[in-house]
Each structure stands twice: as structure tokens, then as C-alpha cells.
């Protein structure tokens, strides 16, 4: 038999498509052509599979070896080929049954020796490889991690375990997940003294998954604060875990069982936010998926990269489009954000020095539309010496999560969504408000001159203070403290 085929995975974003390896062995002067769109650690796969092939003690053909990657126009990157362009040269070459790889799909990197090495992306392949009714086969430690869902997988080390299975001689192990629990250790909110209103809305967001900003002086816990949500966030379903960890497997980092906490620091690029690469990888946030995206001093980052923002807070997805493909990652995340009042920020003490201009220029690296897009800003104000000293200790990070848990709870069993994810007729249906309730809002929108965003922005968290209050109806006070969380986008916003 000089012609086989094996299957293998490739990795485009968050989606496996398959391979098909067409391996053909002709008379000639001996040589090793990869061709099917191969990058350069593709092709450096000649050398890899001869000494794994031979250090596996088996014999590499001397002939004119032709290895197709197909479909074509498919981009190929990463060492995830090797294995079943080994096993493809050995079933041609008659040294392994070929008639028994069209059950398998194999990915997995050589080493010279003819070990396995873990690659990335595991845990969507295995996925595409369960949708096809195949059995998959790669390393131990990414079988590890693709054994997250229910699926066949089979685990190896080298090479020759795997000839082995195809043989019918030793078969190889089944791929186990790993159970062992990972210790969260999250900063309790009850180390937050005083700043009642910010622990209040920090609640709030946590149960309807609002999006929030903290503004205010220096050193007034705008950062304790924030650090504080997953600590009071519910934990992860069992499918927002598989969503989560296909995206950290698919960007080559380790598996996450908590609600991810990105923090990002100021100088990140646009491209470090949104993703992208000549083979797309995510970015912080695609990585803040199901979690949380926090952005300390928010306008000390590129106004470009503030503006990537607007999209995903909206559809919850990123879209990455490069000349050879058009990607599409999940960012389903909430936005907490902390900012000064002015560039030095003590505006109104008499330490400050900044001019009207400094001051319009540093809030004017928030543009509106971003703005309109964050339910929630409220003040985190100073506090004096004997004011810290005599504040009580707040509340834990267990009592305020079981609040969050239960409210959620509620939002679920309603509408099947969290108050955060309403769009559109489901606003008109889930949080519909009386007379008074309902001229109180369009009297205050009218003001304080929201726009229409805003407004809906509004509605939302009114209905998260009311499922909070364990009330089936938005009242007054609920639409009244709503409005006091928006700050910064009305007509008269922090003094100057």
C-alpha cells in the first residue's frame, strides 16, 4: 500500500476543523514534501517525524514521500500534525494497518525520541472529533483536559504506544479527567471599611451582571473593590466551564474552574485586548469570558482600545477578520472599570493643580458611546482617619454572594437570563413599570439628558434592585436609586 489517510484537527480560533492527511509514497530519488498550506513549524515536521519514526524502531521509506493537508486553502501552524503524519508515512509504508485509522483521529507533537508533547487547542478537537463520531487520540496531558466532556479519547506517550493500539497488541488507556479540585482563595469584602454606596453597587452588578464604574480620589479602595466581585459571582455552570476552558485551551493556557478575573494593564495594545495574530489568538477580552474584565485607571489606556470596547459589550462576541480568515470568539464578559476625577485625582482639595483643559482632555478619553454602555458609575469618596477607624466591619463575601445567588435565581426562573442579557421586547415584557414609576424614569431621563441607551441601562438595574428587594414589581425607590448610579453621562457630571 503506498497511499493512506489519517485525520487530525486544526486550530482556527475556537473551532477544530478537520484535516484530512493524505500521505503518498512513489519511486524516485527519496525525498519529503508537506504541501496544504503548511507555516513554517508545519514543514520543520520532516525532520521531527524522521527521528521519531526512526528512534520508534521502525523503518523510514526511502522513497518520495507526499503529504497532503487537506482542504488546502486551510492555514496549517503548530507541531499538531506530526503524529498523524507519522502514522500516515507508517500505514503507507505497510508498517501499521491502514485499514484501521479512519476510527481515529490523532493530534499531537513529536519529539525526536518519539514522545508526545501536549498542544494547544485539545479541548475543541476533541468536541469536533465527538461530533464526528470518531475516537481521538493525543498526549496524556491534553487528553487530560479534552476529557472535560464525554466523549472517546485515548491517551498516549509515544509513538510506538500508539502503533501499539492500531496493532490490536496494547490498548491504550482511556483518558481521565482531572477531579482535583482547584483552591480559589478571593479577597473577602468584609476587609472594605465603610464606602457603603460602592459595596451596594458593587452587589447590584454582581447580581444582574451590570457593567460598572468606579471614579474618585486616590487610595479610596476603587481597586479593593473591584478585586472584590468574584468573590461574591455564583460559580460556573457546567457549560459556561466547557465555554471557558475551549477558549484558555485554544489560546494555550491552563484550564481556569472559576470565573475568570482578567486585569489588563494600561499599556496593552489594542491587539491585546480584542485578540488577532496571523493565526488569531483571543485576547484579555475573549479570556474575560463568563468572568470579569477589569480595567484600572481606564483612561490612562489608548482611546483605540477603549473604542474596541463597544462591540463586545453589546453582541458578546469579537469578530477577527485577517487575510486568510475571519474568526469569531465569545466575550460574554462584564466590564468593572476605576478611574481619578481629574489627571492628579484630588479635584476640588487645593492640591490640585489641573487646568479646566487637563481636566476635559483626561474625560474625554472616555468617548459617549462607552459611556452609554456602562450601567453603573458611581463616586468612591474619600474617607478621614476617624471615619475608617470607626466604620464597622461589612459584610463578608459569602453573605452578599448568597443575596447574588438567589436574585440570580430568580432572573433565571423568569426569563431565563440574567437582567444584564435583556434586549429589546424582553425589556418591554420582564421589567414593565407603572404610572408613576414610569413618568418618574421619562421626567429623569428627560433631565438629566440620558439617551435611549441609557435609559434601557436604567430599566435594567432597576429591575435587579427590585429582584434583590425580593419584589415582583419596579417601584420608585427602585428607579430612583437606579438614576443615582448614573453619574457621568448626564448633562452635569463631577464638579470642576
Known amino acids: 500500500m503506498s497511499l493512506s489517510i489519517t485525520y487530525a484537527r486544526a486550530q482556527l480560533g475556537i473551532q477544530a476543523p478537520l484535516v484530512t492527511v493524505e500521505t503518498h509514497l512513489a519511486n524516485g530519488l527519496p525525498a519529503f514534501n508537506i504541501v496544504g498550506l503548511p507555516e513554517a513549524a508545519v514543514r520543520e515536521s520532516r525532520d521531527r517525524v524522521r527521528s521519531a519514526i526512526v528512534n520508534s524502531h521502525f523503518e523510514f521509506p526511502q522513497r518520495r514521500i507526499t503529504v497532503n493537508l487537506a482542504p488546502a486553502d486551510l492555514p496549517k501552524a503548530g507541531g499538531r500534525y506530526d503524529l498523524a503524519i507519522a502514522l500516515g508515512i507508517l500505514a503507507a509504508s505497510g508498517q501499521v494497518p491502514g485499514e484501521t485509522l479512519e476510527n481515529y483521529e490523532f493530534i499531537g507533537e513529536l519529539a525526536l525520541s518519539g514522545s508526545l508533547r501536549p498542544i494547544p487547542g485539545a479541548l475543541p478537537a476533541a468536541m469536533a472529533c465527538r461530533d464526528s463520531g470518531r475516537t481521538l487520540v493525543t498526549d496524556t496531558d491534553s487528553a487530560r483536559e479534552a476529557a472535560l466532556i464525554a466523549t472517546p479519547i485515548k491517551s498516549a506517550t509515544t509513538l510506538l504506544q500508539v502503533c501499539a493500539q492500531l496493532h ?263 421589567c414593565r413599570l407603572g404610572t408613576a414609576e414610569s413618568a418618574l424614569l421619562r421626567a429623569s431621563v428627560e433631565k438629566l439628558g440620558l439617551s435611549a441607551r441609557s435609559y434601557h441601562r436604567v430599566l435594567k438595574v432597576a429591575r435587579t434592585l427590585a429582584d434583590l428587594s425580593g419584589q415582583e414589581d419596579i417601584a420608585t425607590g427602585q428607579i430612583a436609586e437606579a438614576l443615582a448610579y448614573r453619574n457621568l453621562d448626564r448633562k452635569t457630571v463631577m464638579p470642576a
Do not use: W
Open 168 to 430: 490490536g497488541r496494547e490498548p491504550l488507556p482511556d483518558a481521565v479527567q482531572d477531579t482535583e479540585q482547584e483552591m480559589v482563595i478571593c479577597a473577602d469584602l468584609a476587609d472594605v471599611r465603610g464606602q457603603l454606596k460602592a459595596r451596594r453597587a458593587l452587589e447590584v452588578a454582581a447580581a444582574g451582571s451590570h457593567n460598572l464604574l468606579f471614579y474618585g480620589p486616590p487610595g479610596t479602595g476603587k481597586t479593593m473593590l473591584a478585586s472584590r466581585l468574584p468573590g461574591i459571582l455564583p460559580p460556573l455552570t457546567e457549560s459556561e466551564m466547557i465555554e471557558v476552558a475551549a477558549l484558555y485551551s485554544s489560546a494555550g493556557l491552563e484550564r481556569v474552574r472559576q470565573r475568570p478575573f482578567r486585569a489588563p494593564h494600561h499599556s496593552a495594545s489594542p491587539t491585546a485586548l480584542v485578540g488577532g495574530g496571523s493565526n488569531p489568538r483571543p485576547g484579555e477580552i475573549s479570556l474575560a469570558h463568563r468572568g470579569v474584565l477589569f480595567l484600572d485607571e481606564m483612561p490612562e489606556f489608548p482611546r483605540s482600545a477603549l473604542e474596541i470596547l463597544r462591540e463586545p459589550l453589546e453582541n458578546g462576541e469579537v469578530r477577527i477578520s485577517r487575510a486568510r480568515a475571519q474568526v469569531t470568539f465569545p466575550a460574554d464578559f462584564q466590564l468593572v472599570a476605576a478611574m481619578n476625577p481629574c489627571p492628579c485625582g484630588y479635584l476640588g482639595e487645593p492640591r490640585c493643580r489641573c487646568t479646566p483643559d487637563q481636566i476635559d482632555r483626561y474625560r474625554n478619553k472616555l468617548s459617549g458611546p462607552l459611556l452609554d454602555r456602562i450601567d453603573m458609575q458611581v463616586e468612591v469618596a474619600s474617607m478621614s482617619a476617624s471615619q475608617l477607624q470607626d466604620a464597622p466591619v461589612g459584610e463578608s463575601s459569602e453573605s452578599v454572594r448568597n443575596r447574588v445567588r438567589s436574585a440570580r435565581e430568580v432572573q433565571l426562573e423568569r426569563q431565563g437570563k440574567i437582567n444584564g442579557e435583556l434586549k429589546g421586547s424582553e425589556l418591554d415584557k420582564y
